[in-house]
């Protein structure tokens, strides 16, 4: 395939994962919720909805990678290994979109929570065009690859940088993301804020998890925009963290908010446990100093706008890394 034909291949993905009709998506759906509980079949929707707007629009691939001149025409020989991560439904995908449209073959780790889904993919593509079968590998171990993608923790990224440290490679550690609001907000703006925290349940590292506020800040209209996941507490998943978490803040008599399903406290740090949002307080005129080692998105008046984190376009990479340059960049080890 040359760069043509992949982009159109993926161009005909973009159109399944949308056609709400599609039996082998629905079946692939309701099958990964059974494996994976957090995967709701509406967050899968929202993944799949993202993933086919937002990056599989000829338009967009097209304007894509045109601004990028060394991109390969025709296949290389090069593998890239990718360790994918399964917070969120399909949250590999932009990795393995990237490598094969590079022209490389993908070696891929799949997460053991987002197999099903996964696996729909690679067979779409491939019954897409069977040209795809040739640029895409699926192992459990990934050896003797030219680079390598990993997203994991911390822990992992520790042992992705030991095992790939000597290879070209990218590897994400644990981040998630901020809102800096002034109180002015409107109520359609907390609304979305309150998507940009909650879909997925928050587990994904453009969640956000913290937020900071001006000194006296009502944190009633905030408080109402997150009722609308209260439903949440209906997943046994959840309430068992929902519960546990106010039990923690109970017995250690810290002061809380409670939507009547998300809980809200005062805490230094970025991330949060699930069911929760940490608050901090800052001084009008004085913007918070943040560490943007653990910062993937911010979210405010001044930065990325409200309801936009979980609608990321092609070129806005996993921890600012352009990985379409890297892939483009790379030749094969001797």
């Not at 993944?47 to 691939?61: D, V, W």
């Not at 068992?240 to 809380?256: E, F, G, I, P, W």
Request: with cysteine; net charge negative; glycine share 6%.
């Amino acid at each position: 395939m040359n760069l043509q034909a992949r982009i159109k291949g993926f161009v005909t993905l973009g159109q399944q994962l949308s056609d709400p009709n599609n039996s082998l998506l629905l079946t692939a759906k309701d099958e990964a919720y059974r494996q994976n509980a957090w995967f709701l079949p509406e967050f899968i929707d929202q993944a799949n909805q993202q993933i086919s707007e937002q990056f599989l629009k000829e338009e967009a691939l097209v304007e894509w990678t045109s601004t990028y001149p060394s991109i390969a025409d025709q296949p290389t020989e090069i593998k890239v290994g990718i360790v994918m991560a399964g917070n969120i439904p399909l949250v590999g995908f932009h990795d393995l979109l990237s490598t094969l449209i590079a022209g490389h073959t993908a070696v891929v780790k799949r997460s053991s929570k987002d197999q099903v889904l996964m696996d729909f993919i690679i067979a779409s593509l491939i019954a897409i065009n069977p040209a795809f079968a040739a640029q895409i590998m699926v192992q459990e171990q990934l050896k003797n690859c030219d680079a390598y993608i990993a997203t994991g923790g911390n822990n992992a990224g520790n042992y992705f940088d030991y095992y790939f440290g000597k290879f070209p490679h990218i590897i994400r550690k644990n981040k998630t993301s901020i809102a800096i609001l002034d109180g002015t907000e409107t109520e359609a703006e907390l609304a979305s804020l309150a998507d940009d925290c909650m879909l997925y349940y928050g587990l994904g590292c453009r969640n956000v998890t913290q937020i900071w506020v001006p000194e006296g800040y009502d944190f009633i209209p905030f408080l109402s925009a997150l009722k609308k996941y209260n439903y949440l507490l209906d997943q046994h998943k959840y309430k068992h963290n929902y519960d546990y978490q106010l039990a923690l803040l109970m017995m250690s008599k810290q002061m809380y908010m409670d939507s009547g399903g998300v809980l809200m406290s005062e805490n230094p740090s970025p991330f949060a446990a699930i069911s929760q949002i940490h608050y901090q307080y800052y001084k009008t005129g004085h913007l918070p100093q943040l560490n943007l080692e653990e910062i993937q998105c911010v979210v405010g008046k001044n930065a990325l706008s409200f309801g936009s984190l979980q609608q990321p376009k092609l070129a806005q990479y996993a921890d600012g890394v352009d990985s379409l340059d890297f892939l483009t960049g790379l030749t094969r080890n001797a």
